[in-house]
């Protein structure tokens, strides 16, 4: 049975658009995503919509208010997890914000990168396919499925609605 866990995935862009704060992944040791770059997020709630989740995890881990944000896709990703878990991703890009980032959480330090450069960090593999869609400048959602194993994707499709 298909039991995904739901999750947000945030890409908050500086106020020149163009940077993009990341965690870099370098805290939790067995953390599945050590040593990589990542957007900000995480799992939703019970009680709230994926719109609050990723406000909430943005300000969790960055200190930041979401001020302007658009949903840029939806990824089904099966498999992902370190068990194999299946998640459903929201991917949003943060056009403004209020306040100052921290400088690292729990999971790591936040440093700011170029959109430029970023596909020059080590990160997901997976993460190549779908980052230019999020940057882009096609104002249409993107859907996706990116079925997982072994920490590695099988493939990738997708289609703007």
């Not at 067995?30 to 939703?44: A, F, I, R, S």
């Not at 068990?83 to 440093?111: C, H, K, M, Q, T």
Request: net charge negative; hydrophobic share 35%.
């Amino acid at each position: 049975m298909y039991k995904p866990i739901l999750g947000s995935l945030g890409y908050i862009l500086s106020p020149d658009h163009k940077k993009t704060l990341l965690v870099h992944r370098n805290k939790r040791p067995g953390d599945q995503h050590l040593g990589k770059y990542n957007g900000l997020g995480g799992k939703m709630l019970p009680g709230e919509d994926i719109h609050a989740c990723i406000r909430r995890e943005i300000f969790e881990e960055a200190g930041l208010v979401c001020v302007e944000m658009a949903l840029r896709g939806i990824i089904n990703w099966t498999g992902f997890g370190p068990d194999g878990e299946d998640w459903l991703g929201f991917i949003y890009r943060i056009d403004a914000f209020s306040g100052e980032p921290f400088s690292g959480n729990e999971e790591g330090d936040l440093v700011w990168v170029e959109v430029e450069k970023m596909m020059e960090l080590p990160m997901w593999e997976g993460d190549r396919y779908f980052l230019p869609l999020v940057f882009d400048d096609d104002p249409r959602v993107f859907s996706g499925y990116m079925p997982y194993a072994g920490g590695r994707p099988l493939s990738w499709r997708f289609e703007r609605v």
